[in-house]
Structure formats: structure tokens, C-alpha cells
């Protein structure tokens, strides 16, 4: 089929909800490295790896040929059964993670993995509310889209009870108008009386990402997270951190994002870069939080012997690439070039993120930072144009979201900032020039 019948077929045969980008979407068929190619023949550098997901490269070899060699070993057993793979990857997630975590529960997404770890908090704790945070996004399920908070993904009213939505530590938007840091970081200290009058005073959880990722990759200040959980604990819940994008080595010089923050959870949630691309979702505890869970589960492809294979090797290239160096040391020059760009063009009104994770706000006007949401979707068209893919999130959906593959080259970085700075120049005529 060309191109134009695949999107014809998609139309007619998958479910409208399901988003897509530019006014003719992408038909990719192929990618190597950071390059990827669509059914026309045409050649795109991806700055977006599929969402955070291909973390490593498209068609990195050591997680290609493991994919292989267990698919001719053996495709599948349930957790009912014990495999090598699986408690390989356990035993290195146990390893990489921080402070006690050592025990995993592996499923299919990061939906799945927010579910299971939402569950076990209310387990172990005895409590039923959990405390989120507005611009976070937990996946699609009922519960999930409960938890986010971005009225665009919740297609349904409030049907889940119990889920308190504390404000987000959002500075270039700050909800409580102050600016930091005189403002005291009121944005934590803010949970507090949210337990206090929109709980019965004994949370099971707070879930949070280290940088909101479909939020627009807020980036806290770095007090917010011993604020934030520290108020948590003290009235006995728990910490859920969900590294789903922020997770191995993307935020640089960590293997994952809270640790730059110095706060370590009793639950973490990953999926996405995992697997380098292979459907793996996990949810990581302490053996005292795990433990608690005493009634029988299972998962049926959670744990598959192909999918770990697929991690297990991802995991050992990004330990043998040192990609949580490699991510920082990539994005100290792509934040360089972010910088640049944003005191050539006024339409942007904030650079922010850590390591590969980099998200750039695009604004009508720096004073009353109206979001530039139409010249958003046209910067996307643009960026495609010149053969660059590039994401977008935000609440209001101008919001630049940039996290190319962690083995991406120093040219290529090169390469993509100019090709961001063409587009930048296409979309950017009668923006305003006062900084």
C-alpha cells in the first residue's frame, strides 16, 4: 500500500480517538540509529524516539539480535512460570534504582504499571486516597486518565473516587502567581492543607513524576520533591515516582530523574525506554511495600520471555554506553543550542528539562505569555517539512517536547538544532521583539 491508502485505512478501520500528528500523518516504515523513514522514501532525523520509548537507537543491534535469539528459543510462559530473562532484569532494576527498591512486578505499559503501583500503595498503607498532581499524565486506562490532569485526556467526568489533584510545581505558570524562589515553593507546602481539608488525613500515595512529561516537561524547583514527600509521609503515605519518561539515563547524569532531586520513593513505575521500543511496563518497590501484597496475581504477558530479552539487553548497552553521561553531556549541547534559539526568537518564552529531556515554550508574547498554539502546530509542519520529528504536550499545547535517542551523535544534535532554527524562522513572522 502507499501512503495515502494506509491513512485512508486508518481512518476508516482504527477508533478517531486515537491522535496523530501533522494534517497527513507519517506512514513510517523503517529506522536506523536516529533516522527514521517514511512510505515514501523520505528521510527524518527523530527527535522524539517515540516518545521517550526508542531510548537507545531504531534498530540497535545487541537489542535486535537478543530479540531473536529468544524468539527462536521461546515466545511465551506466563508468570505462573519462572524464566531467566525476567529475573535478569529484575535483578538489574534492583541494582540501577535508588535507595531500597529491589523488588519487581513487570506488565505491558506504564498504565499498567501506574495501576499496579496505585494498588500496592493502597495495600500496604490500609488508605484508599492518593494525592497527583494537575499536568501530570498517568496513561488511558479508567484509573489512569482519573489521575491525569489535562482535561484533554480525560474523556469521561471524575468516576474514580479518592484521586486529589495538588497544584503543579509549573514556575513559568505558577497557579499561585508568585515567582521563585521567593515564593517559597508554596506550590509543596500547598499539599499539606490539601490533606488537611480534601482527605480524611491519611493519603495511601503521591504520585508524581520528577518532570512532567505530557504536562509540557515541567521541571520543578529543587526543593519541591523533599517538600513535597516529606508533608506525604508525615501524614503515612507513600512516594510513587513515576519514571516512565524520565527514567534510565534520559535527565543525565542519573539513572533516573528523582535522583536529582535527592528523594527516594518506595515505589517507582517505568515503562517506554525500558526496551529500547518493546511493550515493557514495571513497577519497582521496596521489599516492605511488596511484601505487602498477599493475595494471588498474575500477568499474562507481563514478564515475557521475548520482551525481557529486549530489556535486558537495553539495559546492558545503556551500562556499557554510560548513557546517563552520554545523555548529559548530549543535552548540555542541545540546552546550548535551546538557549540560543530562544534569544533569537521571541516566540520562545522558556527553555526547560534536564539531560535529553528538553522542552521549549512557545508564547505569542513574553509579557502576557499567551500560549502560541497554532504557530506550535505549524512549527511541527515546519520541522517535518525539513525532515524533523519533533513532539508537543503541554496543557496548552504549545509546548515543544525534544528527546531524541540517547546514542544520538554530536552531528546529529548539531544537525537538528538547525534544522529547528529553520522552522523557528518560517513560523516566528509578527511575533512580538521585546524580550
Given amino acids: 500500500m502507499n501512503a495515502n491508502a494506509v491513512r485512508q485505512k486508518q481512518r476508516e478501520f482504527l477508533f478517531p480517538c486515537i491522535t496523530t500528528y501533522y494534517e497527513d500523518p507519517l506512514v513510517l516504515v523503517e529506522g536506523r540509529g536516529c533516522v527514521v523513514k517514511d512510505a515514501e522514501g523520505r528521510d527524518y532525523l527523530d527527535f522524539f524516539g517515540g516518545i521517550l520509548t526508542v531510548s537507545l537507537e531504531h534498530g540497535q543491534p545487541d537489542v535486535v539480535d537478543a530479540v531473536k535469539a529468544q524468539v527462536e528459543k521461546m515466545t511465551h510462559v506466563s508468570t505462573l512460570y519462572v524464566t531467566e530473562p525476567q529475573v535478569r532484569v529484575a535483578e538489574r532494576l534492583a541494582r540501577l534504582t535508588p535507595g531500597k527498591l529491589k523488588k519487581s512486578f513487570f506488565t505491558n505499559s506504564g498504565t499498567e504499571a501506574d495501576e499496579t503501583a496505585i494498588l500496592l500503595a493502597k495495600i ?28 484533554g485526556w480525560r474523556p469521561l467526568p471524575s468516576l474514580v473516587p479518592g484521586i486529589k489533584h495538588a497544584l503543579s510545581p509549573y514556575c513559568y505558570r505558577c497557579p499561585l502567581g508568585l515567582t521563585y524562589p521567593s515564593c517559597g515553593v508554596k506550590c509543596a507546602q500547598d499539599i499539606e492543607e490539601l490533606i488537611r481539608t480534601e482527605t480524611n488525613g491519611r493519603p495511601a500515595a503521591f504520585l508524581a513524576e520528577p518532570i512532567q512529561g505530557v504536562g509540557g516537561f515541567i521541571t520543578p524547583p529543587r526543593e519541591y520533591f523533599e517538600i513535597a514527600v516529606g508533608i506525604v509521609r508525615k501524614y503515612g503515605g507513600v512516594f510513587i515516582c513515576d519514571e516512565v519518561q524520565t527514567g534510565f539515563g534520559r535527565t543525565g547524569d542519573h539513572w533516573f530523574g528523582i535522583e536529582h532531586w535527592g528523594v527516594e520513593p518506595e515505589i517507582m513505575t517505568m515503562a517506554k525506554g525500558i526496551a529500547n521500543g518493546l511493550p515493557v511496563g514495571a513497577t519497582v518497590a521496596t521489599p516492605e511495600v511488596a511484601d505487602a501484597w498477599k493475595a494471588l496475581t498474575i500477568s499474562t504477558f507481563g514478564g515475557n520471555p521475548v520482551t525481557m530479552a529486549a530489556a535486558d539487553a537495553t539495559l546492558r548497552v545503556m551500562e556499557r554506553e554510560n548513557v546517563p553521561k552520554r545523555a548529559a553531556q548530549r543535552g548540555a549541547q542541545l540546552r546550548a543550542h535551546l538557549e540560543a534559539l530562544r534569544e533569537k526568537f521571541p516566540i520562545i518564552g522558556e527553555v526547560r528539562g534536564l539531560g535529553l529531556m528538553q522542552g521549549v515554550e512557545l508564547v505569542e508574547d513574553r509579557d502576557t505569555r499567551e500560549p502560541a498554539t ?9 520541522a517535518k517539512r525539513r525532515g524533523l520529528l519533533i513532539g508537543k504536550g503541554g496543557l496548552y499545547g504549545n509546548v515543544l517536547r525534544i528527546a531524541p535517542p540517547m546514542l544520538i551523535s554530536a552531528a546529529e544534535v548539531d544537525e537538528g538544532a538547525r534544522l529547528l532554527e529553520e522552522s523557528l524562522a518560517a513560523v516566528s513572522a509578527g511575533v512580538p521583539s521585546r524580550a
Fill in 124 to 151: 500496604y498503607t490500609g488508605q484508599q486516597e492518593i494525592i497527583v498532581l494537575r499536568h501530570g499524565y498517568s496513561g488511558r486506562s479508567l484509573l489512569a486518565t482519573n489521575l491525569t490532569g489535562h482535561a
Fill in 374 to 382: 497554532q504557530r506550535t502546530v505549524a512549527l511541527l509542519e515546519a
